[in-house]
């Protein structure tokens, strides 16, 4: 059976990883001054190591344990803004960006909310050279380290990981069957409430979502029930579904416009980011050139599911004629679990107005909180910080989990105007050997 692991790098607004060890590993004067941007990378948080060359892109996942090959990404002839050079993975687009420092580069993943930053090292980790064994041990072993290096919300949920580990290594041997394992690995990240944790067992059918304590909490159904009454009492004439019906637009009353968006993913048919931004901007054109008499507008993203940080961004561009600060996101960059965290430089993603139609008038902000809650897939806050999910990886074949990884430092929204809640990033799943 063959170990795999899987990185997602979505948005939803954390990005927390990595190992300093590592980056010190391949220092700039040791390293000369080449603007040749081929050769290895080590990313400042994140625990990916880069591989770049004339054909292409290749990425691994490190821990201090483990070094699991990623994704291969084909090089294109095109060049982006700022000199960036394009890869191609599947549907995903990966933009490699210079610096004025030859040692530094910035990757970027279309639909995500930032950059992942890149420096320069000239060795490749021992723990490369070698396939971990695809053993319960080692499943077991990757999975804790993983946690332990880039799991941010210990000390939140007052979980200490290490006594997690003493109870349930244990547990884990040669003849440990999938289920069992899957089992323990639930028991042990389930305590902690992260509705943005999770693990999956394809070949053997199992699957859990991690959650958290809410006495308001909405089943789907329930969630139908919700979307039913706002329709039935509110809306006139009905709405208009755009998107694959994730986008919906209304009038309430006889001029103020309902625009809802249920999710900030699965926009298009056709696969990948380009095609659901575009699906979003042309959706928007017809919504907001009907819109113009309207002296209002509602946007209720109180039932949703998350998705793409950019997506989110996009309606928010329509909305404002000053560019503004959504949020600063910082990723974790140290792996010792018992010091105090250490984060990355805050990078800045902003609202910048947008010269396609939009609605620029008074957007009213509900400030009270409903009498229902988000839905597990949605945002939560941590000591009033959002989370987002971003990472996934493979275990065995056909498994993999997923944690929350990254935080915004500042979250500004434009004055006068509101997008409700915040989104998240969903997995995007590529499966991946555990060696190029």
């Not at 993983?146 to 290594?169: C, G, N």
């Amino acid at each position: 059976m063959t170990l795999y692991w899987h990185f997602a790098v979505k948005t939803r607004l954390f990005a927390v990883l990595v190992s300093l060890s590592l980056w010190l590993s391949g220092t700039p004067e040791l390293l000369g001054q080449t603007n040749s941007p081929e050769g290895l990378w080590l990313s400042d948080g994140y625990g990916l190591l880069v591989r770049l060359d004339d054909s292409g892109l290749r990425t691994y996942e490190l821990t201090s344990v483990s070094c699991i090959f990623r994704r291969t990404a084909k090089r294109t002839e095109n060049r982006g803004a700022e000199s960036a050079i394009i890869f191609m993975s599947g549907h995903e687009t990966i933009r490699v960006i210079p610096t004025d420092d030859p040692n530094v580069l910035r990757m970027h993943t279309d639909g995500t909310a930032s950059d992942i930053v890149l420096r320069r090292t000239s060795n490749e980790p021992d723990r490369c050279q070698s396939t971990p064994p695809n053993t319960p041990q080692e499943s077991y072993a990757i999975f804790w380290q993983t946690f332990a290096e880039q799991y941010p919300f210990f000390a939140i949920h007052k979980t200490d990981w290490h006594i997690v580990d003493k109870k349930f290594r244990p547990q884990v041997t040669a003849g440990t069957k999938q289920i069992e394992l899957f089992q323990i690995l639930r028991q042990m990240i389930e305590p902690l409430q992260d509705s943005h944790t999770g693990l999956e067992a394809r070949d053997i059918n199992a699957e859990f979502d991690g959650w958290r304590n809410d006495s308001n909490h909405l089943e789907e159904n329930n969630w139908k029930k919700a979307s039913s009454i706002t329709e039935s009492k509110y809306v006139h004439g009905g709405l208009c579904p755009y998107c694959k019906g994730h986008i919906q637009f209304g009038i309430v009353g006889s001029t103020t416009g309902y625009l809802r968006v249920t999710t900030f993913y699965d926009y298009a048919d056709v696969e990948g980011y380009a095609a659901e931004v575009q699906c979003l901007r042309k959706s928007l054109d017809t919504i907001f050139n009907g819109a113009k008499k309207s002296n209002g507008l509602v946007i209720d993203v109180r039932l949703n599911h998350g998705g793409d940080d950019p997506l989110g961004i996009e309606i928010a561009s329509r909305l404002t004629e000053k560019k503004c600060l959504a949020y600063a996101k910082i990723a974790r960059n140290n792996t010792d679990l018992d010091a105090p965290p250490h984060f990355t430089e805050r990078q800045p993603s902003w609202v910048v107005p947008s010269a396609r139609p939009g609605f620029l008038n008074h957007v009213p902000q509900r400030r009270k909180r409903p009498q229902f809650s988000l839905p597990r897939k949605s945002s939560e806050t941590a000591s009033g910080r959002a989370r987002m999910l971003c990472y996934s990886l493979f275990l065995r074949q056909l498994w993999r989990f997923r944690l929350t990884c990254s935080q915004p430092c500042q979250t500004i929204l434009p004055a006068r105007r509101s997008l409700g809640g915040s989104s998240t990033r969903r997995i995007r799943a590529v499966h991946l050997t555990s060696r190029g």
